[in-house]
């Protein structure tokens, strides 16, 4: 069986093109009381860039900053939103939602595009295609470039029991704006870990069991295009964040028809118990995994060194046995990510015992 995948609708991409938004939202005003709902990184609130004087919003549409700074996103987190702009409007269904952000942003605006219209707690649709109707339009602005969330089908959330996606057809942008300009104030450490989940998805969808020619020619030139953001001295920032942007999306597209691998699988356990973001978490995972990922894992060494992030070290340290058992359990239960990673006959080589022994090594 193939998989039939959907794609983004529609995409800007370029310097200014943040500024076709207004334009582009006029389209989906069409009765007097449509309203569009802005979900917007709460960094921006408090006049970080100048993103919040430029959200074209019109006085009867909703504003929402959320919250991203102490946690990724949750279910409960997206069912309050939900919950709130229904309660706002007295049930009349936005004309639109808009998530400006980083991943986790453009994950909120996804999973709450596709809330709207379904009822019930967002936990009951952590899952593949268990979504029941077709959510609404929904447009993304990535403000942090790397993690693909701005092309895949998937809204990824924490919930009570796991940490899983929305992930369905439906799911998937109709709209997307990628504007260098707008992602270029990220701190340094950020751009270095989030822009990382790039090169990562190159690295795990390349040299996984699962791809074919379209994973490998949008891998491979996304994969260039990292090395050239964090190793080529003699491009300007602009020119850094322009490519990181295509790379996060054709890295996105890339495991479109491929799957992420080991360091996913560990990053998720590192997440789940431990609350680590999704860039550091890879980060720290990708350091100790050269036996799977060889030259690739000494040449993500390299751009540490030359951007002068500090990974954190010896964290096994303060964890307890019963903490990394779990960090095992959710790892080891990610068998697409090993079936994809080592090979179908993955059981036979990789034991929670040797998951385990990496984790010890963090
Ligand atoms: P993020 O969205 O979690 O943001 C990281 C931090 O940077 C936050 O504190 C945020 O407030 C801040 N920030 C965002 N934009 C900024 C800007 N322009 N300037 C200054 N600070 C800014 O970071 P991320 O790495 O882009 O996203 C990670 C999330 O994406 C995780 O929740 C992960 O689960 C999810 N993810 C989803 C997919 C998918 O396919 N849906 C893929 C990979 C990761
Ligand atoms: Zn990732």
Same mark, same amino acid.
């Given at each position: ?31 007097? &009381?449509? +309203?569009?709902?802005?979900?917007? &990184? ?24 959320? &919250? ?99 992930? /369905? ?27 990382? &989940?790039?090169?990562?998805? /190159? ?22 295009? /990292?090395?050239?953001? *964090? ?25 479109? *028809?491929?799957?992420?691998?080991? /360091? ?7 997440? +789940?118990?431990?609350? +680590? ?14 036996? +799977?990922?060889?030259? *690739? ?66």
């Amino acid at each position: 069986m193939f998989k039939n995948f959907k794609s983004v609708d529609r995409c800007v991409i370029g310097k200014g093109a943040y500024n076709q938004l207004g334009e582009i939202l006029e389209k989906r005003r069409i009765a007097s &009381d449509d +309203y569009i709902v802005f979900i917007v &990184d709460k960094v921006f609130e408090n006049g970080l860039t100048n993103i919040k004087q430029r959200i074209p919003s019109k006085p009867n549409d909703i504003v929402i900053y959320a &919250d991203v700074n102490d946690h990724e996103p949750t279910t409960e987190q997206v069912d309050e939103i939900r919950d709130s702009i229904l309660a706002n409007k007295n049930s009349l269904l936005p004309a639109g939602i808009v998530g400006i952000g980083g991943g986790s942003i453009m994950d909120i605006a996804k999973a709450t595009a596709l809330m709207v219209t379904n009822e019930g707690s967002s936990q009951l649709y952590q899952g593949l295609n268990l979504i029941k109707n077709s959510g609404i339009w929904h447009c993304g602005v990535p403000t942090i470039a790397g993690t693909g969330a701005e092309v895949s089908m998937t809204a990824v959330l924490t919930g009570p029991t796991k940490k899983l996606g929305l992930k /369905c057809d439906w799911t998937i942008f109709d709209q997307v704006i990628l504007d260098p300009e707008v992602v270029a104030d990220v701190p340094t450490d950020q751009w270095f870990y989030t822009g990382m &989940d790039s090169y990562i998805h /190159c690295v795990e969808s390349l040299t996984g069991t699962l791809n074919n020619e379209f994973s490998r020619a949008f891998g491979e030139k996304s994969l260039l295009l /990292c090395q050239e953001v *964090y190793l080529n001295d003699n491009l300007t920032k602009l020119e850094k964040d322009e490519k990181l942007m295509i790379a996060s999306y054709m890295g996105g597209l890339s495991l479109t *028809y491929s799957e992420v691998g080991v /360091c996913h699988a560990l990053s998720y356990g590192l997440s +789940y118990v431990f609350g +680590y973001r999704h860039g550091i978490a890879n980060c720290i995972a990708f350091d100790v995994l050269e036996d +799977y990922y060889g030259d *690739y894992v000494t040449e993500f060494r390299k751009m540490v060194t030359k951007h002068n992030v500090t990974l954190p070290k010896n964290l096994a340290k303060s964890w307890s046995n019963e903490e990394i058992e779990r960090m095992v359990d959710t790892t080891i239960a990610l068998e697409h990510m090993w079936n994809h990673a080592v090979g179908k006959d993955w059981k036979q080589k990789v034991s929670r015992d040797s998951i385990r022994k990496l984790f010890e090594r963090m």
